[in-house]
C-alpha cells in the first residue's frame, strides 16, 4: 500500500515496453550492485516499461529487478496480486531506487527466482516491510508498506540490487529444493 492507504498503478510514461530475456545465474551482472537512476530520465523510462512488460510475460514470478534483464540500475518491478499467497497489494509497480526503512517479524519461507530456474530456496526474510522509492516518469517519491508474499518478494528485488541472489541467503544446503510448481516462487 501507498501512504495514501490504496493501490498503485504503475505509470511508466504512457510506454508498452518491450519484454526482454531474462539472465540465468552465474551471469556476472547478477552479481554486480547496480547504480541508482534518475527516473524522469527517458531512458529510465524506456527500461522500467521494459521491466514491466518482462514481468508481465513472465506469469510465474511476482517480481523482478533490472539487472535480471541486463541492466545495472536500481529499478524493480512486482506484482503479487495473483499468487495465493498475498495479503498485501501495493499495485503493480516499477520503483526506481528503492531502500528498505524499516523490517520486522522475521521467518523463513520458500522463494523461487527467475534467474535461477529450477530450484527453491528456504530464505528468512522479515514478513513486514516498509520501502521508500520513486515511480519511473514523474520522479514522484512513493512510500510502500508491505507484508506477507509481498514483503519477501521486494526484499527478493533489492537483493538483486545488491548483486545477491537466494543462493547467498540460504543457511546450509539442506535449504534448497528441487522446484515442484509455480506455486514455490
Given amino acids: 500500500m501507498n501512504a495514501r492507504g490504496g493501490p498503485l498503478r504503475a505509470v511508466v510514461g ?15 551482472l547478477l552479481s554486480a550492485t547496480t547504480e541508482p537512476v ?7 523510462v524506456a527500461a522500467a516499461a521494459d521491466l514491466l512488460a ?5 506469469t510465474s514470478t511476482p517480481g523482478l529487478a533490472a539487472p535480471q534483464i541486463g541492466l545495472s540500475w536500481r529499478l524493480i518491478a512486482f506484482d503479487t496480486r ?34 535461477i530456474p529450477g530450484l527453491t530456496a528456504d530464505v528468512p526474510r522479515a514478513s513486514r516491510i516498509t520501502v521508500h522509492a520513486h515511480l519511473p516518469g514523474t520522479g514522484e517519491p512513493v512510500t510502500i508498506e508491505a507484508d506477507a508474499l509481498e514483503a ?34
Avoid: M
Fill in 82 to 115: 495473483l499468487h495465493p499467497r498475498t495479503r498485501s497489494w501495493a499495485g503493480e509497480l516499477v520503483l526506481a531506487n528503492p531502500r528498505l526503512a524499516s523490517a520486522s517479524h522475521w521467518d523463513p519461507g520458500r522463494e523461487g527466482c527467475a534467474s
Fill in 54 to 58: 518482462t514481468l508481465r510475460r513472465e
Fill in 152 to 185: 519477501r518478494c521486494i526484499q527478493h528485488q533489492l537483493d538483486h540490487l545488491d548483486g545477491l541472489l537466494i543462493l547467498d541467503r540460504v543457511p546450509g544446503a539442506l535449504s534448497l529444493h528441487r522446484r515442484l510448481h509455480s506455486c514455490d516462487s
Fill in 38 to 44: 534518475d527516473p524522469t530520465a527517458p531512458e529510465v
Fill in 14 to 28: 504512457g510506454r508498452k515496453g518491450t519484454p526482454r530475456e531474462i539472465l540465468d545465474a552465474p551471469h556476472p
